[in-house]
């Protein structure tokens, strides 16, 4: 069975026409919907969407974007899930890609697959030039630190086998909040060994709405690369790497 996480943050006009989006594509979908608004105008938008694979949980304080994926993730295992997405609730991933993963993870033998942003492929629309040169910098730091080779560390649209899954919410989440536990998985997995790869995608800029990204949560991203690299180096041992492909 196919489980969707996504991480919502006052998504109120967003997550409802979400959930019907991913039915639509993957009818038999279990979905997660973690929140972290400060009012529950969110959770009651993705409850009026209600049905037996649906969970809406909503957290008092905002973890921030990578811890609620993590907690995501673990309650879609707990239901019986052996694949798992993971996207954003503004439609910035399109939820017609998601056959795109999965097809990857089944047909590739991949265990963890991104919708790369930065693929010849791949198209970004209606992003301002501030945030294209943020996403651009912020790929470069983590590439010029972690040494991954992928083209996309910081997109949140992707897919994980159930090895993979299991491996991420047993060991993740230690090293900071925010966005900084994309690059936390990506590196777990890649020195463990798991095999990880990309595919072409169209991220389009929310059309409603407002950035769940704060100042903080950037500065949390820049303290965190360092501690990613002292894992980097616990665990990626040459004979051990990961193939990515």
Partial sequence: ??????????????????????????????????????????????????????IVVHRAEKGG???????????????GCTTIVEMDADFSHAPSEIPLLLAALDRRGLEMVIGSRYLTESRIENWPLSRRLFSRAANWLAHLVLRVPIHDYTNGFRGYSLRAAQVVVATCGKIGKGFIPLSEILVNLWGRGFRIGEVPTVFVNRARGESSVSSQEITNALVGLGRIYLLKRRLAQPAARGGVQ
């Fill in 1 to 54: 069975m196919v489980g969707v996480v996504v991480p919502a943050y006052k998504e109120a006009n967003n997550i409802a026409a979400l959930i019907r989006a991913v039915r639509s594509v993957i009818p038999g979908a279990f979905i997660a919907v973690v929140d972290d608004s400060p009012d529950l105008s969110t959770v009651a938008a993705a409850e009026s969407e209600a049905g037996d694979r649906l």
């Fill in 65 to 79: 974007r990578g811890s609620a994926a993590l907690q995501g993730m673990r309650l879609l295992l707990e239901n």
